[in-house]
Antibody, heavy 122, light 108 residues
């Protein structure tokens, strides 16, 4: 059974940093691109970042470029999102998702984690 | 960025009704369009990929159609468990991924 379990969310002050993790199981993690998608409270879905299966290619939405870093450790079956210079508008539930489809960064999300809440407040 | 205009934003229907949601892209995205269902407090779930393909395990009352800029998502006979918010998502390789704003579906 495919499982994605996020962790690392919590309360952080504006300007602070936080690292999210997503532990994967039930599939060959190193064969899949992985993604982060977020959802602000009561709002819709916003795409954040992607990383290719071998970590060689990454993508960032303009809203987080230069502040967030996506990475993965295929030996630990874990995806990460290092978030810095956090702003109030970054407050959201962050989901990791597995990507399937064609291309270097397949972007059909067939499995999602349960999400982890990041609260940015002083 | 490609804008996805989803309508309606909310919808109330009766059990057994046929429900239709539309999604319009601001430019041609071929069939690079997915549909997701999100129940309250839960993660989104993939229902339809590549505009018209039913994800494994998803009931056949769900369907999708369209190409280019205009897409349709249909529930042929609404069931109580279908209460959720539905999102379209485009994934044209030459543009950032974007989602529609969502359609909240309620039982009348």
């Amino acid at each position: 059974e495919v499982q994605l379990v996020e962790s690392g969310g919590g309360l952080v002050q504006p300007g602070g940093s936080l690292r999210l993790s997503c532990a994967a199981s039930g599939f060959t993690f190193s064969s899949y691109a992985m993604h982060w998608v977020r959802q602000a409270p009561g709002k819709g879905l916003e795409y954040v970042s992607a990383i290719s299966s071998n970590g060689g290619s990454t993508y960032y939405a303009n809203s987080v470029k230069g502040r967030f870093t996506i990475s993965r450790d295929n030996s630990k079956n874990t995806l990460y999102l290092q978030m810095g210079s956090l702003r109030a508008e970054d407050m959201a539930v962050y989901y990791c998702a597995r990507g399937v489809g064609s291309g270097p960064l397949p972007t059909t999300f067939d499995y999602w984690g349960q999400g982890t809440l990041v609260t940015v407040s002083s | 960025d490609i804008q996805m205009t989803q309508s309606p934003s909310s919808l109330s229907a009766s059990v057994g009704d046929r429900v239709t949601i539309t999604c319009q892209a601001s430019q041609d995205i071929s069939n690079y369009l997915n549909w997701y269902q999100q129940k309250p407090g839960k993660a989104p779930k993939l229902l339809i990929y590549d505009a018209s393909n039913l994800e494994t395990g998803v009931p056949s009352r769900f369907s999708g159609s369209g190409s280019g800029t205009d897409f349709t998502f249909t529930i042929s006979s609404l069931q109580p468990e279908d209460i959720a918010t539905y999102y379209c998502q485009q994934y044209d390789n030459l543009a950032p991924i974007t989602f529609g704003q969502g359609t909240r579906l309620e039982i009348k």
